[in-house]
């Protein structure tokens, strides 16, 4: 190798390195003040009591497609059905099920087909039929069924939910999610106090495998005990306290989670809704929210809220994870090269100068220079090029920081009153946080780069299948029944696009 | 060889100077991330010690909540929901407070949340006067008066939430002072105190600002506090002035009108078909004609219909609905609503005209099945939806 490239490239990391540590830093101080300013003026239960009775609170629809779920679906409908708020309705899109899932709503919910007149405000695939109940019950009467052609992506199903929902906002989740029971507040809430239009809200997210959740509701969050989730919840928790915290503080959010998503509804069909064609799908359409905002010369905030809203089930073993990650890695290439007029566009405010050129540079740099870095070290071992003496010093230093950051993520999460009722349960978070730089990084690191190969060869994207385990719940008016119910399977599954790594 | 032991101080001088100069002989890469390794050890172990200080903070406060809740709890309802006026010693004696005891300040913190708790439970069965008196006995308003004096913002702004929340009519001079504080949130939950409590012109601060921000938290919250005057017969702001006299804020007029609707003041329906008639900005054009709607104001009809060649979609749309509203059964009605349906170039609008044609009697319902008999293959599952019965309860947009 030439000197003058070693050289190069020693400067090159050592500037990369700083950089990033001093972003981090950054992100840190910001997301505290976050943190403290949401700690100082907002008081849930305030809030909470003076929204259940107002005549201003906004009405809020809950858009969730379901594909084959016919072993969980009642339970999760259940669950979305049994929120606290005023004013919110439940759209289920059945994206051409296979299985049972629709004859099982209907069969549950007394529901029967109506001469919905459907307008296709966002393109999808074809409408068969809308469902509504026939029962007195008035909280089944929350309820919409749509029954729609599969559209092969979550994209379609989500837009076909969009075109029909009746509220001034729309959250956009997945079926098997469990939110929690506040949670539509909680993201209404701040649309409500902001002098600006406020386009989007993000609410933490975590994986719900290893809680203890009962009826659709979550009464005990603890972390996973298996190494993959473990692991991806505390990505999870960084990337909401920390990353998109500070950069809601700037107002320079880059994505909004395709899992737990709060729209406003106008702006969302105004920018053409979700792109079938993404493979990063959520955070495709903030940026074009974005774009419409700013073409228009709008003043717009996009804004993230520390506490957790919904829980989530992730991969459970590596290839799972492989399959997710890869998608991802492909997500970001093809949203860079859909969006690359953003990048450095002043037109486009913090989004285009701050968090694009960021993601551009530590998101989608980084498995390429992480890798180019993995080759390096192996060629100095084999020349004997390696400085022991410093080596592990610099070793130490950076597994320091990172078990540091880890520190402070956890006092953030206690800080937001999100902790785990057994506080020992953090330990896990320290145990994943001691292994993830040597067992679970590479493996991202890998992963990406497979999602980059893949899209600039052009090679076919399959969605794949998701096996969930779910949460069986007791059937109404008998006590507690938990456990696994194995093999429900999500064909468009609900994993984070490729910017929920951003941060980390 | 003669050794020298260190002691004391000299010992600890000795190595720290040994550890200085072993440093300076590093390079200044090593330097650097030797000096950072230790900040973030120490800063490691800084917050493991803060959070496990936390935490056991939380404990004990937990616990001492849980002992005051099993200790007061069921009196305190017991107590509230007497309808006979009971004396404060009275009070005192069975909850077993002793006299001249003064109450810590961490217990009237702890039992704080308990009182909230069962405010917001039997908010509708509990006596005034004896909740007022609970409060008097636990020191509650001498507690905020002293949380109102703190330096910390935000422990102001939580006191103040927390009076709204158990309704502790405490005097609005301890929030007068930040009527007008640099802060925003501290200046809105100070003037809510106020208009929550105050008696005389509660208002003045709201009306008086010429910078003012209305947002829709602050229309829930001061919807709140009006319907909370209004239940205790306490003086109202006069909203037909805030709709005329402040045009610095459109927000607060359009605030004003819907609160107009809401409290069914029909005497103020001249003035707002008034307004009607001079105004230019959509958004409270649109309040204005749902409130004369609602308030089911007959001789608006001919301003709605007058208005329809110059207004937007928004507008057009509420007019609809005002007049599906009224139902008065004006033929001149059905005529114009027939002619918003054939005028429509969205389906938004042509399915209000729709609905309202369809329930407005049986002139109505005719219009309707006459332009179901004209309707193209494009139209037809409009009527198909306004027809069915179980589509009718859902809004659509």
């Not at chain 1, 969009?162 to 506040?182: A, E, G, M, R």
């Not at chain 1, 915290?245 to 998503?261: D, E, P, R």
């Not at chain 1, 493979?279 to 700013?294: G, K, P, Q, S």
């Not at chain 2, 800084?46 to 496990?52: E, K, R």
Request: net charge neutral; proline share 4%.
């Amino acid at each position: 190798m030439p000197e003058w490239f070693q050289t190069f490239f020693n400067y090159a990391v050592i500037f990369y390195s700083a950089f990033l540590i001093a972003s981090y830093i950054a992100m840190v101080l910001l997301a505290y003040k976050e943190h403290k300013k949401h700690r100082t003026y907002h008081y849930e239960k305030h809030v909470i009591d003076q929204m259940r009775t107002s005549p201003y609170t906004p009405g809020v629809s809950i858009v969730a497609p379901a594909y084959n779920e016919e072993k969980t679906i009642i339970n999760n409908v259940n669950s979305l059905l049994s929120l606290d708020y005023p004013d919110y309705e439940v759209v289920i899109v059945n994206d051409g099920s296979k299985d049972d899932t629709l004859k099982l709503l209907i069969d549950n919910f007394q529901l029967v087909k109506v001469p919905y007149a459907y307008v296709e405000k966002i393109k999808t695939k074809p409408v068969k039929g809308v469902y509504m109940t026939t029962s007195d019950n008035p909280v089944f009467k929350r309820l919409t069924v749509v029954d729609k052609e599969n559209g092969g992506t979550k994209a379609d199903a989500s837009n076909a939910g969009v075109n029909i929902v009746s509220n001034k906002y729309f959250v956009c989740t997945d079926v098997d999610c469990i939110i929690d029971k506040y949670a539509l507040y909680r993201v209404a809430w701040p649309t409500m106090t902001s002098t600006r239009k406020v386009i989007a809200v993000s609410a933490s997210m975590r994986m719900s495998n290893g809680c203890d959740v009962r009826n659709g509701q979550m009464i005990e969050p603890k972390p996973p005990h298996t190494p993959i989730p473990l692991f991806q919840d505390l990505e999870y928790a960084r990337s909401y306290l920390v990353g998109k915290q500070a950069l809601s503080a700037i107002n320079a959010m880059q994505n909004v989670s395709g899992g737990f998503g709060f729209f406003d509804t106008e702006i969302v069909i105004k920018a053409g809704g979700y792109d079938g064609d993404s493979f990063a799908e959520d955070m495709d359409m903030l940026a074009r929210m974005i774009r419409y905002m700013c073409d228009s010369g709008e003043d717009y905030r996009v804004v993230q809220i520390p506490e957790i809203c919904c829980w989530t089930e992730g991969p459970g073993n590596v290839k799972v994870l492989s399959r997710q990650r890869t998608r991802w890695g492909r997500g970001l290439l093809q949203f860079f090269i859909v969006h690359r007029d953003m990048v450095f566009n002043r037109t486009y405010r913090q989004y285009g100068m701050v968090t694009l050129p960021y993601i551009l540079i530590f998101e989608m740099l980084a498995p390429v220079i992480e890798f180019l870095g993995y080759i390096s070290i192996i060629w100095l071992f084999l020349s004997g090029g390696i400085n022991y003496h410093t080596v592990w010093l610099v070793f130490l230093a950076l597994y320091s920081f990172a078990q540091m950051l880890t520190m402070i993520i956890i006092s953030f999460d206690i800080y937001s009153d999100n902790s785990f009722k057994k506080r020992s349960s953090y330990r896990w978070f320290m145990l994943a946080s001691l292994l993830e730089p040597i067992m679970y990084h590479p493996l991202n690191v890998f992963f990406s780069l497979r999602g980059y190969v893949k899209h600039l060869i052009g090679a076919q994207m399959v969605w794949g299948n998701m096996t969930r385990k779910g949460f069986q719940q007791p059937v109404p008016g008998t006590e507690g029944a938990e456990g696994a119910t194995e093999g429900a399977e999500g064909a468009a599954p609900a994993e984070e696009s490729a910017a929920e790594e951003i941060s980390e | 060889m003669e050794y020298y032991f260190l002691e004391g101080i000299e010992y600890w001088k000795y190595y720290i100077m040994l550890l200085y100069y072993r440093f300076i002989e590093l390079s200044p890469e090593i330097q650097v991330v030797s000096i950072f390794t230790t900040i973030c050890v120490i800063t490691f172990i800084f917050l493991v010690i803060g959070n496990i200080h936390h935490n056991n903070k939380k404990v004990r406060r937990n616990r001492g909540i849980q002992r005051l809740d099993e200790k007061y709890k069921a009196k305190i309802i017991e107590i509230a929901q007497r309808t006979d006026l009971m004396d404060l010693n009275d009070i005192t004696e069975e909850l077993d407070i002793p006299k001249n005891y003064r109450m810590k300040e961490k217990t009237t913190s702890r039992i704080i949340p308990i009182l909230i708790t069962v405010h917001r439970t039997y908010k509708d069965k509990i006596f005034r006067p004896n909740w007022e008196r609970i409060l008097q006995a636990f020191k509650i308003p001498p507690y905020f008066e002293m949380l109102m004096r703190s330096r910390n913002m935000g422990k102001r702004i939580k006191a103040l939430m927390q009076i709204a929340d158990m309704d502790a009519d405490l005097k609005e001079a301890v929030a007068s002072r930040y009527l007008f504080a640099k802060d925003k949130k501290m200046r809105m939950n100070a003037r809510l105190h106020v208009a929550r409590f105050g008696t005389s012109y509660p208002f003045k601060a709201l009306e008086e600002d010429a910078n003012l921000e209305f947002t829709e938290e602050m229309m829930v919250k001061y919807h709140n506090i009006l319907v909370y005057r209004n239940a205790n017969n306490l003086s109202m702001p006069n909203l037909i002035r805030w709709c005329n006299r402040t045009p610095v804020n459109e927000e607060l007029r359009i605030f004003a009108v819907n609160e107009i609707r809401l409290f069914k003041r029909y005497d103020d329906c001249p003035e707002l078909l008034e307004m009607l008639r001079n105004c230019r900005d959509e958004g409270f054009a649109c309040a204005l004609i749902k409130a004369l709607g609602e308030l089911e104001y007959i001789p608006a009809e001919g301003e709605f219909r007058h208005r329809y060649a110059n207004a937007s979609f928004a507008e057009r749309q509420a007019l609809a609905d005002a007049l599906g509203a009224i139902n008065s059964g004006n033929p001149e009605v059905v005529n114009y609503l027939v002619y918003d349906y054939r005028e429509s170039t969205d389906y938004i609008s042509k399915m209000k005209a729709l609905k309202v044609l369809y329930n407005y009697g049986r002139r109505g319902k005719d219009a309707f099945n006459m332009l179901k008999a004209e309707a193209g293959d494009e139209e037809k599952p409009l009527f198909t939806h306004i027809e069915n019965k179980l589509l009718d309860s859902r809004k659509y947009a």
